[in-house]
């Protein structure tokens, strides 16, 4: 990793990528599948003429999109900020593109404790699926009981150990996270579901979700949403909904009031 | 063609047809690439154990969407109509779905003079294009005087010869069409223009949104939208819109208040 420790002459650049996850293995590169980090750092590495590794924000898994993702590099490339974002955008597939490109701190690091992390998962609530929309939701033919989910969703608000709404993972110290905020609400067919909170545990918003489909669906109570946070029982929760129906929306740091994009509004 | 005359035994079954046009040469069975047409036809021939091919509605360009496409085709299978949605569904590539089938009279011919046409072409107005939604919308960078189109689209509503708005077809008899009505709004970052009328020539909508992305430029004024259809001259009209904002939204057909099908809201 070339993020370093702010030598003479050295910038950090802030990336916001956006990215259709579909034909990636996920945001970390890794062996079993292209990421988008291997992509972004490859455009990078090719542009500047010297080898680059971003540090990323959120580790997104296979098949999750992003509006908003966070990565960093260092550099002392002489390239205005700003013109990192075109300069990339016309080497990066279509599927990835920068959204804005800023001169940060030396000291600052993505993955700050003190972000607000925003997602969120798309459910198509029609008969049958919508081909224009296949790539980015999640399609449920049913009906579901939205005010269930709602009334389920804003139970997870505040801070509690998230541990029985994750997937294992020895190398989390911490499953406590602090959720700010849930919506969920109807516009036409799709339904949307968003959540903003410090981080999210391995799988934990798709953990979430699928419990919120079981609730909709008259399958589960929302009695048992305390239930799974005190038990911290990843079994008692519903199963883990489709990687394709989430999107990571934005990362706000601290002294931040929306994410610094010109676009995503 | 399998559409026939109404012999006894021989039911008509038509088919709502939702597709993702991204990789496809179109609606129509053609040399120069897949059709939708051409899957749906060895789709429903397979499941039927005989050739079968339909008859569509409208023959969209490559690239083009549809949320609903009408296709009709003739059986003596004895399946009830409303169930070769689900059994085509099965069959069918992800980008093709079926939203609706059922039984017609024998005389129902898709391409009726007096249907009433939906399409919609939908651009992405920010900065930088959105990954997730670039397979079905024109991305726009620069401001748009929404008024000034908006006006520009009233004045096609009526009943003109669009010579003008469409590439030359010798096989088009007539080039009058009627339009009923236009609407153009923007949602968030996304402009979506509707345009309803009895019949589009062929590339009509794109070239029509072409012109009226012009004019949101400020590079033509709204007085040149009724020249170019006195005229008939094509080349004062402004270029083709790309085909991949363009999606075929609903065909109505005499009697019919909505398009039927379950789920398009």
Known sequence: ???????????????????????????????NGLAVQEVLDRCLSELLGTEIRTLGASRTDAGVHALGNVAVFDTCARMPADKFSYALNTRLPE????????????????????????????????????PTRRLNSFHW??????????????????????????????????????IFKTELWKEDDMIRFRITGNGFLYNMVRIITGTLLEIGKGAMETDQIPEILSSGDRSMAGPTARAHGLTLVEIRYPGEEKQKMDVIR
Chains 1, 2 share one sequence.
């Not at 034909?23 to 890794?30: F, L, N, S, T």
């Not at 009981?145 to 020895?170: C, I, Q, S, W, Y």
């Open 1 to 31: 990793m070339t993020v370093g420790g702010g030598k003479p002459g050295i910038r950090r650049i802030r990336l916001t990528v956006a990215y259709d996850g579909t034909r990636y293995a996920g945001w970390q590169i890794q062996p």
């Open 141 to 178: 033919y049913g009906s579901l009981d939205l005010e269930a989910m709602r009334r389920g969703a804003a139970l997870l608000v505040g801070t509690h150990d998230f541990k029985g709404f994750a997937t294992a993972n020895p190398q989390t110290r911490s499953t406590v996270r602090t």
């Open 95 to 130: 599927d990835i593109r920068i959204q804005c490109s800023e001169e940060v701190s030396p000291d600052f690091h993505p993955r700050f404790r003190e972000t607000v992390k925003t997602y969120e998962y798309r459910i198509l609530n029609r008969r049958f699926p919508d």
